[in-house]
C-alpha cells in the first residue's frame, strides 16, 4: 500500500476508533437509561391499572350493594315476587317489571359501569327481572356469583358465556328484607368493553404502548391494541404472560403474541386471576436512542473523514518529495546519472534528496570505473579463452573459481558443474598425488609444472603439461595453471624413441659385421698375399718376367685389399673400440699426429703452423686420428707450392671450432656431398694413391663427439676443414 | 490422586446415567387404545397434542386412537375391552351403569355441553318457552345425537311446557328443512352444526338448554372399574398427558389445529379453527380445572335422566365417575 492511502487509513482509524468506542458506550449507556426509564413507565403503568381495575371493580361492587340496600327497591321487588308467585298474567305485573327496570336497575347501568342489572330469584336462580329483557326467564343456579351472592356481595372473576358468546365478569349481592331475610340475588354483568377502556386509557401517550389482561388459560381478557375481538377468543403466549401465569410479576424483553420484540410489564393479579401486561415496541421505546445512534455515527463519520481528509493533505507533502525521489531513482536506474533530485525542502526528505544527489555523483565516478574493469575483464576472458590450452585459475581450497573454455571443451564438463569441482576431481587417483603435490609446490616456491593425464567426463584421459603459478590478487593466493596438451608431442618422442633404438640396432650390427668381416677378411688375405710372395722367393729365377710381373700385381692387389681392411677396420673401430671422453689438450694431440706423420711432412717439406689450441673433452686417440688425416689430406693434396698448414680452434660458443687450413689443390665444391663418404675418391689411384677412408673417419669421430664437420674451398686454391666439438 | 477421585466419580456418574437410560428403555410402553366418540377432528385436538408431543409416550404409554362413527357404540368399546378408554357422553356413562355396565369417567373434557337449539333470529324464538306451537327437531334414532333429546326433553319437563304444542320431527344433519324454514327450531351442536350454519351465513337465535337448569357435560374420558381396580397407575397417567395435552391446546389453539390436521378427515384448516375456537370455552370455562367434575352436575343429570325414564334402575350416582385421577392429577396445584 502506498504512503498516502495508507497514512489517510490510519488517521481515519485513528479518528473512528476512540469515536466508534464513545459512540458504542454512549449508546449503550443511553440505552440502559432509556430501558431503565421505559420499564419504570410500564411498571407504574402496570400499579395504575391495577389500582384502577380494583377500584371500578369496588366501585361496581359499592354502587350494587348501595341499590340492593334501598328500601323501595326491596318493597317493590317482594310485590312483584308475590305476583310471580301468583303467576298472575296480570299487564299491571309487567308494568311493574318494567317500573323496577326504569327506575332502580337502569340508572345503575351506567353509575356501576354495568352491562346488565339484573334480580335473581333466590331459590333457583330464576333471572325474575333483568335490565336485558332476553335474559329474564334463564337460570343462574349454578354459578358461583349466584350460590356464594346469596351469602355476601361476591365478584365471579371473568368466565366465558356461552349464551352471551362473550366473556363476562359479574358480581352479586344478596337483597333481604328488613328482618334480614334473602328475599333476592342482585347481579350485575360487568361492562368488560368498559374494563377494556380503563385499561386502555393512557395508551395514546405511546404509538406501541398496549396494556391488556389475560386470564389463566392465556387467553385475552380485554381487547389489545393490534387484535380485534381478542377478547376470550384468542390466546397469547408470549414470555410475558407465561411469567405472569407462574405468579411472577416483572418486566422483560421478549417478543409478543405477534412475534414483535417488546418491552414488557407483566403482573398476575391472584384475586382477579388475570395477568396484567403492559407492553411497548421495542423500536419505539429505543427509537430515541436510535436517533442519537444515527447522529454519532455521523458526527463519528464526519470526523473520521475530515481526519481522512487531513491526513490525505499531509501525506501528499510527505509524499511528493517522495515521488520526485522514487522518480529520480528510476531515472537514475536507468542510466541517467546526470539526474538531480534537488529538493529544496529543509526538512529530512531535503536532506535526503541532497544525500542522494551526492550519492549519483559518486555512483557516476565509480560506474566509468567499473565499465573500465568490465572492458578488462571482457579482455582477459578474451585473453584466458584464446589460450591454446586450458586455463583455470584456483583457490587454496583447489577449488576452481575460474576457467577458460578450453577446460569445458577439454573435460566436457558445465561450467556449473565445473564450479562445484577442485582440481582433484580432473585426475585419476595414482596422479592426483603428483598433481597435489606439484600444485602444492607452485603455491609454496611460485611456479612448478607436471605431465598429467586429465580426466574428462567420459573417463577419457588427455596428456597435459600443466605448469602453475602462483598469483596474488588481493590478499588472496591463487594459482593459475596452464595445461598444454601434449599428445602430438608424445606420440612424437614415442616414435623417435622407437626410432633410435632401431637405428642403434642396425648400426650395431653394421659395426659388428664390419669389424667381423674385415677381421676375418684379414686371414684368407693373408694367405694369398704370403703365399704368393712364399712363391716369388722360391721360385726366384725360374720365373720369367711375365710371371714375375703377374705376382706383383697378386701381392700388390692382395697389400691393397689388406690397405682396405684395415682401413675398414679403422672406420668401424671408431664406434665399436672408441674410448671414453677425457679432458686433453688439442695442442698435444695435435703435436702427436704431425709427429706420426714425420715422415711424409719431412719428405714434402711441409710447414705447419698452428695458433693456440684449447683443451677439449675428447677421446684423445681419436682426435689426434682426425688432425692426422686432415694434416695428411693437406701435404698430399698439394699443389706446385710446398705445402703450408695451418691449424687454429675458435670458441663459438657451446662448441670450439677447429680449422685446418692449406694452400693445396682444393676441392670442387659440388663434390661437398661425396668427400665424407666411404672409399669415395676424387682421384685416380695413380694420382693420389690411398683409400679413400680418411675424411669418412673424420666425420664419424667428430659426429661421435656431437660435432660436425664441414669444409670450405676454391677448387686450386686451396681449402679449410673445419670441425666442431662440444665444449 | 484428586485428579483419580474426580475421574472415578465422573465415571461413576456416567454408568449411572448410561445405566438410568438402559432401564428407562428396557421399559416396554403400556399400549392403551383410545375409542374417540366420533371421526378424527379438533374435537378431540388436545389427545393429538399430547400424542405429537410425546406426553404419552413420557407417561410410558403408547396410544392407539379409534375412530367413532355411525353405529359404532363407545361404551361398548370399553366394556369389551377393545379399547381401555374411551371418549363419550355423559349420558353414556350414565346409561350403561344402570344397566349394570362397569363403567366410570374419569374426567369430563367438555364440561359445558355444546348442545345447542337454534332458531332463525327473525322468528322471534328466543326461549324454550316459544317453542309451544313450534315445529323443532331435537333428535333422531340412537347414537351421538340422543343428546339433543335428552336435553330437548329435559327442558320441556324442567320448564313445564305443553309437549303436545311442540311438533316434534327428526333431526336431520344437513338442516335442510331448517333452512327452508319448514323447521322452526333445530338441535346442534355448537362445535359442529353451529358452524356450518353460520359459515351459511345465517343469523341465529340460540337457546341453550344449560341457561335453564338442564347442565349436561359433554365430552368425558371413561374407563372400566377394572382397569381403575388393577391400573389406577396407568389410569393417572394416561390421564395426566391428555389433560396436558388440552392444556396446550388450549393454551395455543393454532398449533393444536396444525397438529389436528395431521389426523382430521376434513382436512380444511378452515373448518378445524373454527371447532377449534368453538369448543375452547367448553373445554376451558374459566372455573375450574380442565376436566374437572362437580358432583352436583352428574347429579343433575342423573336425575334427569331418571326423570326421562332414561335409567331403568336406579343406583349411586357417584358410582359413574371417580374424583380420584383428576385429585391425583391436579394435587396440590392450584391454578
Redesign the interface.
Known amino acids: 500500500m502506498k504512503l498516502a492511502p495508507r497514512l489517510t487509513l490510519i488517521f481515519f482509524l485513528i479518528a473512528i476508533v476512540p469515536l466508534v468506542i464513545v459512540g458504542v458506550a454512549t449508546y449503550e449507556i443511553s440505552r440502559q437509561t432509556l430501558l431503565r426509564q421505559t420499564m419504570n413507565h410500564l411498571i407504574s403503568t402496570n400499579i395504575l391499572k391495577e389500582a384502577e381495575l380494583n377500584r371500578w371493580i369496588e366501585d361496581g361492587k359499592k354502587h350494587l350493594e348501595r341499590l340492593a340496600g334501598r328500601p323501595l327497591l326491596r318493597e317493590r321487588f317482594a310485590s312483584v315476587m308475590q305476583a310471580d308467585a301468583d303467576n298472575s298474567a296480570d299487564p299491571a305485573h309487567e308494568k311493574d317489571h318494567q317500573q323496577i327496570v326504569a327506575d332502580h336497575l337502569a340508572p345503575y347501568l351506567a353509575t356501576g359501569g354495568f352491562l346488565e342489572v339484573f334480580i335473581l330469584r333466590p331459590g333457583d336462580g330464576l333471572i325474575s327481572i333483568s335490565t336485558d329483557a332476553a335474559q329474564e326467564g334463564k337460570y343462574q343456579e349454578n354459578q358461583p356469583y349466584f350460590v356464594e351472592g346469596r351469602k355476601g356481595t361476591y365478584v365471579q372473576n371473568v368466565t366465558y358465556s356461552q349464551s352471551l358468546e362473550q366473556g363476562v365478569m359479574t358480581v352479586a349481592t344478596p337483597i333481604r328484607d328488613r328482618q334480614g331475610n334473602l328475599i333476592a340475588v342482585l347481579g350485575g354483568r360487568f361492562d368488560l368493553g368498559e374494563l377494556t377502556r380503563i385499561i386502555e386509557q393512557g395508551r395514546g401517550l405511546n404509538q406501541t404502548e398496549d396494556t391488556y389482561l389475560a386470564n389463566k388459560f392465556n387467553f385475552f381478557v380485554t381487547e389489545s391494541r393490534f387484535g380485534k375481538s381478542f377478547a376470550l377468543k384468542k390466546t397469547v403466549n408470549s414470555e410475558g404472560v407465561i411469567a405472569a401465569l407462574r405468579g411472577n410479576d416483572g418486566i422483560g424483553l421478549y417478543l409478543d403474541y405477534r412475534g414483535v420484540p417488546v418491552i414488557g410489564a407483566y403482573n398476575w393479579l391472584p384475586n382477579r386471576e388475570l395477568c396484567l401486561i403492559t407492553e411497548i415496541e421495542q423500536s419505539e421505546a429505543f427509537a430515541p436512542i436510535v436517533r442519537m445512534g444515527w447522529v454519532v455515527i455521523g458526527i463519528a463519520l464526519a470526523i473520521a473523514l475530515a481526519a481522512a481528509l487531513i491526513a490525505f493533505l499531509f501525506a501528499r507533502t510527505i509524499t511528493r518529495p517522495v515521488q520526485q525521489l522514487v522518480e529520480g531513482a528510476g531515472e537514475i536506474g536507468r542510466g541517467n546519472l546526470d539526474c538531480k533530485v534537488s529538493l529544496s525542502t529543509g526538512d529530512e526528505i531535503g536532506e535526503l534528496s541532497r544525500a542522494f544527489d551526492c550519492m549519483t555523483t559518486e555512483l557516476k565516478t565509480t560506474t566509468v570505473s567499473r565499465d573500465e574493469l568490465a572492458r578488462e575483464k571482457d579482455f582477459s576472458d578474451s585473453v584466458i579463452n584464446t589460450l591454446p590450452g586450458v586455463f583455470t585459475l584456483f583457490d587454496e581450497e583447489r577449488r576452481c573459481i575460474r576457467w577458460n573454455r578450453n577446460l569445458e571443451q577439454f573435460t566436457e564438463h558445465s561450467a556449473e558443474e565445473m564450479s562445484r569441482m577442485t582440481l582433484r576431481d580432473f585426475f585419476s587417483q595414482e596422479e592426483q598425488k603428483l598433481v597435489a603435490e606439484t600444485i602444492e609446490q607452485a603455491f609454496i616456491e611460485g611456479e612448478a609444472s607436471v605431465e598429467a593425464n586429465l580426466l574428462t567426463k567420459s573417463r577419457r584421459s588427455i596428456p597435459l603439461y600443466l605448469t602453475g603459478m602462483r598469483i596474488k590478487i588481493g590478499d588472496r593466493n591463487l594459482l593459475a595453471g596452464v595445461g598444454m596438451d601434449i599428445t602430438e608431442r608424445r606420440r612424437a618422442e614415442d616414435q623417435l624413441k622407437k626410432a633410435l633404438v632401431d637405428l642403434e640396432r642396425s648400426n650395431k650390427e653394421l659395426e659388428q659385421f664390419a669389424f667381423v668381416a674385415s677381421h676375418d677378411l684379414q686371414e684368407p688375405l693373408r694367405m694369398v698375399s704370403s703365399y704368393t710372395q712364399l712363391l716369388a722367393e722360391r721360385y726366384e729365377g725360374q720365373l720369367d718376367e711375365k710371371a714375375k710381373k703377374y705376382i706383383a700385381y697378386a701381392v700388390d692387389g692382395a697389400v691393397r685389399m689388406q690397405r682396405l681392411i684395415n682401413d675398414l677396420l679403422t672406420y668401424s673401430r671408431v664406434a665399436t673400440r672408441g674410448q671414453s671422453l677425457e679432458t686433453a689438450d688439442s695442442h698435444a694431440l695435435l703435436g702427436e699426429a704431425i709427429r706420426n706423420l714425420g715422415a711424409a711432412i719431412d719428405e714434402s717439406q711441409a710447414l705447419i703452423t698452428t695458433d693456440d689450441l684449447p683443451t677439449v673433452h675428447v677421446d684423445p686417440a681419436q682426435l689426434v686420428l682426425v688432425f692426422q688425416n686432415l694434416l695428411s689430406n693437406a701435404i698430399k693434396f698439394r699443389g706446385e707450392d710446398f705445402p703450408r698448414v695451418h691449424v687454429s680452434a675458435s670458441d663459438a660458443g657451446r662448441e670450439w671450432a677447429f680449422a685446418v687450413t692449406d694452400n693445396g689443390i682444393g676441392i670442387d665444391p659440388q663434390y661437398a656431398d661425396r668427400i665424407f663418404v666411404i672409399f669415395q675418391r676424387l682421384h685416380t689411384r695413380l694420382e693420389y694413391p690411398g683409400t679413400g677412408i680418411g675424411l669418412a673417419v673424420c666425420k664419424r669421430i667428430v659426429e661421435r663427439h656431437g660435432g660436425r664437420i664441414w669444409f670450405d674451398s676454391e677448387f686450386g686454391k686451396g681449402s679449410s676443414f673445419f670441425f666442431s666439438l662440444p665444449k | 490422586m484428586r485428579r483419580i477421585a474426580c475421574l472415578f466419580w465422573i465415571v461413576a456418574l456416567l454408568i449411572t446415567v448410561v445405566a438410568c437410560e438402559r432401564q428407562q428403555e428396557k421399559r416396554a410402553l403400556d399400549e392403551v387404545t383410545v375409542q374417540l366418540k366420533w371421526v378424527h377432528q379438533a374435537q378431540f385436538a388436545g389427545m393429538y397434542v399430547a400424542q405429537e408431543k410425546g406426553y404419552y409416550n413420557q407417561e410410558g404409554i403408547q396410544v392407539n386412537f379409534l375412530e367413532g362413527g355411525q353405529g359404532i357404540d363407545n361404551a361398548q368399546a370399553v366394556i369389551s375391552g377393545r379399547a381401555q378408554f374411551a371418549v363419550t357422553t355423559p349420558e353414556d356413562v350414565l346409561i350403561s351403569r344402570s344397566r349394570g355396565a362397569p363403567l366410570q369417567a374419569i374426567a369430563a373434557i367438555y364440561r ?1 355441553s355444546a348442545v345447542v337449539f337454534q332458531a332463525m333470529a327473525d322468528s322471534h324464538i ?2 324454550p ?1 316459544d317453542f309451544p306451537g313450534k315445529t323443532v327437531a331435537p333428535g333422531g334414532e340412537g347414537g351421538a345425537v340422543r343428546d339433543f333429546e335428552f336435553q330437548f326433553y329435559a327442558l320441556v319437563r324442567k320448564l313445564g311446557l305443553d309437549l303436545s304444542k311442540i311438533k316434534v320431527v327428526p333431526y336431520d344433519s344437513k338442516y335442510t328443512a331448517f333452512i327452508k324454514g319448514d323447521v322452526d327450531v333445530t338441535a346442534a351442536f ?1 362445535t359442529g352444526g353451529l358452524i356450518f350454519l353460520r359459515q351459511e351465513g345465517l343469523k341465529l337465535n ?1 337457546i ?1 338448554p ?4 338442564i ?1 349436561f357435560y359433554s365430552d368425558t374420558l371413561v374407563t372400566t372399574d377394572e382397569t381403575i381396580k388393577e391400573k389406577s397407575g396407568l389410569v393417572t397417567r394416561f390421564l395426566r398427558a391428555t389433560l396436558k395435552g388440552w392444556q396446550d391446546a ?4 393454532e398449533e393444536a389445529v396444525a397438529i389436528t390436521l395431521k389426523y382430521a378427515r376434513v382436512k380444511d384448516p378452515q373448518f378445524q379453527t373454527a371447532m377449534m ?1 368453538s369448543l ?3 373445554v ?4 375450574d380445572h380442565i376436566g374437572w367434575m362437580k358432583p ?2 352428574w347429579q343433575g343429570m342423573y336425575d334427569i335422566l331418571l326423570e326421562e325414564k332414561i335409567l331403568n334402575t336406579p343406583f349411586e350416582v357417584n358410582q359413574a365417575y371417580t374424583m380420584r385421577f383428576l385429585e391425583d392429577v391436579y394435587g396440590g396445584v392450584t ?1
Do not use: A, C, F, M
Open positions: 359445558r328466543t326461549r318457552q355448537s340460540l341453550w344449560s341457561d335453564y337448569g347442565h388450549i393454551q395455543n389453539y375456537e375452547l370455552p367448553l376451558h370455562t374459566g372455573e352436583e352436575v391454578k
